[in-house]
């Protein structure tokens, strides 16, 4: 089975400050490790994807997640936040082939400060 | 836009009543799952359909209930509704089994 833990369900940040989401996930197999982002009134979109190639992600929106199996972490980043990327952002975790059953974390809301 | 629309966009109902909320996939997506998020619950995976099949459950309550027509489409049947169903209901669809998930705008469902 497969969860994951998303640590800080608020984070505030300045414009132009660094954003560090943090992301930890259990899965008895390989894991593939998801990041959305929610905008209010809207839908989920994809943010990246992790699928066992490269340990580091690049996204869209100028945002990246590493892959660290020892810490079994997937911590999503922005060198500089931007106005526009408040938002709730959701990791999830699913099982590498057969049942995709994604599991989501309880999200981060993500606030911007001027 | 993902290409997952899904409709009504909003719900509103009485407790005890009967509600179907109709989700398209993307074109040529054959998987199509359910999500309910809730303030108390989050984001919960409801049911997973492929191709037609029943694929994988979650935590989908005995008085829902899905399907997935022969053209794709999916409908979750929500019915003897309580106050607690109220919730975002989203659809997410992907080409098969293991790959990205889509979601679809989401319906409101509020039951008073």
């Known amino acids: 089975a497969q969860s994951v833990t998303q640590l800080g369900s608020h984070v505030s940040v300045s414009e132009g400050a660094l954003v560090l989401l943090r992301c930890n996930y259990s899965s008895s197999v390989p894991p593939y490790l998801f990041w959305y982002v929610q905008y209010p009134n809207q839908g989920l979109q994809l943010l990246l994807k992790y699928t066992s190639a490269a340990t580091l992600v690049k996204g869209i929106n100028g945002f990246e997640a590493e892959f660290k199996k020892s810490e079994t972490s997937f911590h999503l980043t922005k060198p500089s936040a931007h106005m526009s990327d408040a938002a709730e952002y959701f990791c999830a975790v699913s099982g590498a082939l057969g049942n995709n059953d994604m599991r989501f974390g309880a999200g981060t809301r993500l606030t911007v400060k001027p | 836009d993902s290409g997952v629309t899904q409709t009504p966009k909003h719900l509103i109902t009485a407790t005890g009543q009967r509600v179907t909320l109709r989700c398209s996939p993307r074109s040529g997506d054959l998987s199509v799952y359910w999500y309910q998020q809730s303030l108390d619950q989050g984001l919960q995976f409801l049911i997973h359909?492929?191709?037609?099949?029943?694929?994988a459950k979650g935590n989908i309550l005995e008085r829902f209930s899905a399907q997935q027509f022969p053209d794709l489409h999916s409908e979750l049947n929500l019915s003897s509704l309580e106050l607690g169903d109220s919730a975002l209901y989203f659809c997410?669809?992907?080409?098969?089994?293991?790959?990205?998930?889509?979601f679809g705008p989401g319906t409101r469902l509020t039951v008073l």
């Open positions: 997410a669809s992907s080409v098969g089994v293991a790959d990205t998930q889509y």
């Open positions: 359909y492929y191709n037609g099949e029943e694929r």
